[in-house]
């Protein structure tokens, strides 16, 4: 499936726009994560931990958006993006989301 942040697929064209689709993911780092990663913050720099579980909430968030769009019957998402948020103090929201589509051949 193709997913772009563009609107357009090049060589092709939306023969069919059916609607939005999104994925959403909600992690939280464990009692001894959020320790060490406190511990890590109190000396400044990158928290490895956190920015892992980020990329993999990321991630994860548009294979569940790619699936909804397949259950959906496109083809393609375009004009994906993302969106994060925390909930409460140490859980993370990451959600992806876009316009589900049919593509077609890009006509002369």
């Known amino acids: 499936m193709v997913v772009t942040t563009t609107e357009s697929v090049a060589g092709r064209q939306v023969a069919r726009a059916i609607g939005q689709v999104f994925g959403v993911v909600v992690r939280s780092r ?28 990321r991630r994860q968030a548009v294979d569940r958006m790619v699936e909804n769009a397949h259950a959906m019957g496109a083809d393609a998402v375009v004009m994906m993006r993302f969106d ?19 593509l077609a051949p890009e006509s002369s």
């Open 84 to 102: 994060s948020s925390e909930l409460g103090q140490t859980m993370a929201e990451v959600v992806a989301y876009g316009t589900a589509v049919v």
């Open 30 to 57: 464990g009692l001894g994560g959020n320790l060490a990663a406190f511990f890590k913050s109190l000396g400044g720099g990158e928290i490895h931990q956190y920015t892992r579980m980020l990329e993999d909430a």
